[in-house]
């Protein structure tokens, strides 16, 4: 029989463990919303005034916060960007990926994951032969969408250190964003920055 102390104990211990579980989850996601501290209400109505001009199949990228669809790409109001709307693929000057190369130490499995993920099968070839081999990595990948008269789209897909399953979530959105605009013809450019230590 458990004494009046180990039995608030047990208590409190079971409600954590529900909080965790439960809510904290919630809470995360919802301070993680890039809409967050933006009015709700106005939010939803531009959502619903959005698809007024969206046709057909629309993918819809939850990092980026955009949703694509086959006439044109909507940027869904977001705290991290100047400027939201509907734009059809032909009104998008051009784009253009921004990243910094960095030398990095993996090794086994690991290498073979990041450098599938960065550098496709050949990467993980390379990743998983090379154990405690220095390895070239990615330390930061944006990617700029240029729209006519209006300031420049930048979406930050890694910005420094990064677990391997969110490397792997954000290069999965930027190659399906990336395949919605060569698709649609917009130009591309590709810029290098100078190399991390």
Known sequence: MLSTGQSIVV??????????????????????????????????????????????????????????????????????RDAYGVFPYNEIVDYHIAYQPTTTTRSGAGGAVVGGLLFGVVGAIAGGLATRRQLNSIKELTLVVHVKNLPAFK???????????????????????????????????????????
């Not at 009015?39 to 057909?56: I, P, R, S, T, Y």
């Not at 399953?165 to 591309?188: C, F, M």
């Open 11 to 80: 208590a409190l211990v079971i409600v954590g463990t529900f909080a965790m579980l439960f809510y904290v989850p919630m809470i995360m996601k919802s301070m993680s919303d890039p809409t967050r501290g933006l009015n709700q209400e106005k939010v939803h109505e531009f959502d619903e005034k959005a698809q007024d001009f969206l046709d057909g199949y629309q993918k819809r990228l939850d990092y980026s916060n955009i949703i694509l669809a086959d006439t044109a790409i909507y940027f869904r109001p977001d705290m991290r």
């Open 155 to 197: 979406i930050n897909f890694i910005d420094g250190e990064r677990t391997e399953s969110i490397i792997k979530n954000r290069i999965t959105e930027y190659e399906q964003l990336r395949a919605y605009l060569d698709n649609h013809g917009v130009p591309y450019t590709q810029e290098v920055l100078p190399s991390l230590p």
